[in-house]
C-alpha cells in the first residue's frame, strides 16, 4: 500500500524536476500531464498541508476568548434570532456565505485571532478549517460554541449528549481492514490562467457559500436510535473513526466500552489522511462519513476532504450521541474535546442585534 502511494509521488516530482534532471539530454521527453485532483492534492500538501497538521483542530475555548475580548475578532455565524437572544459582546454577526467578502473588507491580519462562533461549535470548525485552507492562519472555532459560555445556550450540547444503546448494540470489537485503493475523486478546477493558489481559493470560496448544512456537510443519527445516517442506512457510508485508536478499538473487556459502527476504519489525526499514508483508502464515489469525538474535529477533516472532492460528511456530535458515558469516563484522555457541564462558565452575554 504505502508503495503505491510512493511510487506515484515518484513519478509526480520526477515530473516536476524532470526538465532540470535531463537539461544535458537531447533525447525527446514524453508529456506527462497531472489531473486537477493531483495538483490541488500537491498544492495543499506543499503549502503546510493544513488536513494533516499538528495545528487542525484549530480551537479556542471560552476562558481563552473571555480574556482576549479586544484582541480577537468575533464573528457569529447563528441565525438572526439565535445572535439576538444572546451574543458576545462585540461579536459580529455574519451569514457564512458573507465570511470572505467581510474578511477581505477589514485587515484580517491586525487581529491576533479570528474566532468563530456557532451554537455547538460544528458549523464554525468546518469554517474554520476551510478559511485556513484559503489562507488565513489566525483563523480558530470557538470550542463547543455558545454552549459553554453561559447555561443558557449550553442546550445546543445538553440535548445531544446520549448513551445510544439501540445504536451500540450493533457495534462490534472487530478490526476492518480495506486493501482496495482509490484514485482521487475527479474534480475540475476553474479553467483560467490563474496560479494553482488562486484556483484553490476560487474552489474554497465555492464550497464556503454552499454552506454546512446546505452543502451536506454533515449527517445525523436520523431517525433517532436507528442505524440510520439522515435516513440512509449506514451500512451504504464507508464509515472512519477520526481520533486516536482507543476510540475505535476499544477494550472488549472494559465494562464501559462499546466498540464500533461494524466496518468502519480508523484513521488517525495528522497522519492517515496524506497521500503517502491511506488517503486513498477512501473510496472516491462513496458518501463517506467521519466520526470524532465531538462532531468538531471531524468537521474540520471533513472541509479537507471536501475540498479535495470526496463526499465527506461529519457525524454530528460524534460519540457524545453514541457513547457518551465512555467519553466523560474517560474525560482525561480526551480533554479538550468532551462536554463537561461542569465548564460552562456563565459568562456574561448581550442581547439584541449590534452593528457590525
Not at 516536476?16 to 493531483?38: M, T
Not at 473513526?241 to 476499544?250: E, K, P, T
Request: net charge negative; aromatic share 14%; hydrophobic share 40%.
Amino acid at each position: 500500500m504505502t508503495f503505491f502511494f510512493k511510487k506515484y509521488f515518484l513519478l509526480f516530482f520526477l515530473c516536476l524536476g524532470i526538465s532540470g534532471c535531463l537539461k544535458d539530454d537531447v533525447s525527446p521527453v514524453a508529456e506527462i500531464s497531472l489531473s486537477d485532483n493531483a495538483l490541488l492534492l500537491h498544492a495543499l500538501e506543499q503549502d503546510g498541508d493544513y488536513g494533516n497538521s499538528a495545528a487542525l483542530p484549530s480551537v479556542v475555548d471560552v476562558d481563552e476568548v473571555a480574556n482576549n475580548l479586544g484582541a480577537y475578532l468575533l464573528l457569529d455565524l447563528r441565525t438572526v434570532q439565535e445572535y439576538a437572544d444572546g451574543h458576545i459582546s462585540g461579536a459580529v454577526h455574519l451569514r457564512s456565505d458573507s465570511l470572505l467578502t467581510f474578511l477581505n473588507s477589514v485587515n484580517s491580519g491586525s487581529y491576533a485571532k479570528i474566532v468563530l462562533i456557532s451554537s455547538d461549535g460544528q458549523a464554525s470548525s468546518y469554517f474554520t478549517s476551510l478559511l485556513r485552507l484559503y489562507g488565513i492562519p489566525n483563523a480558530y472555532s470557538l470550542l463547543f460554541g455558545m454552549s459553554q459560555w453561559n447555561a443558557f445556550f449550553s442546550h445546543s450540547w445538553t440535548d445531544n449528549i446520549a448513551d445510544n444503546i439501540q445504536v451500540t448494540r450493533n457495534f462490534t470489537f472487530s478490526n476492518y481492514s480495506s486493501e482496495q485503493l482509490f484514485p482521487l475523486p475527479e474534480i475540475a478546477l476553474p479553467n483560467s490562467g490563474a496560479e494553482m493558489k488562486t484556483k484553490i481559493k476560487m474552489r474554497i470560496a465555492d464550497l464556503i457559500h454552499a454552506g454546512f448544512a446546505d452543502g451536506g456537510a454533515f449527517v445525523k443519527i436520523y431517525p433517532p436510535d436507528t442505524m440510520m445516517f439522515n435516513g440512509e442506512a449506514a451500512a451504504d457510508f464507508y464509515i472512519v473513526c477520526y481520533g486516536d485508536r482507543s476510540l475505535h478499538a476499544q477494550n472488549s473487556f472494559d465494562p464501559v466500552s462499546v466498540g464500533h459502527f461494524p466496518r468502519s476504519v480508523s484513521f488517525l489525526p495528522g497522519k492517515d489522511f496524506k497521500s503517502t499514508e491511506n488517503l486513498q483508502l477512501l473510496p472516491n464515489r462513496q458518501k463517506i462519513v467521519i466520526y470524532s469525538y465531538s462532531g468538531q474535529e471531524s468537521a474540520f477533516i471533513t472541509a479537507y476532504l471536501r475540498v479535495l472532492g470526496y463526499d465527506a460528511k461529519s457525524l454530528s456530535f460524534g460519540a457524545h450521541n453514541l457513547f457518551y458515558s465512555f467519553l466523560s469516563a474517560k474525560k482525561s484522555a480526551y480533554s479538550p474535546f468532551v462536554f463537561l457541564t461542569s465548564n460552562i462558565r456563565n459568562y456574561n452575554y448581550v442581547t439584541g442585534m449590534s452593528a457590525p
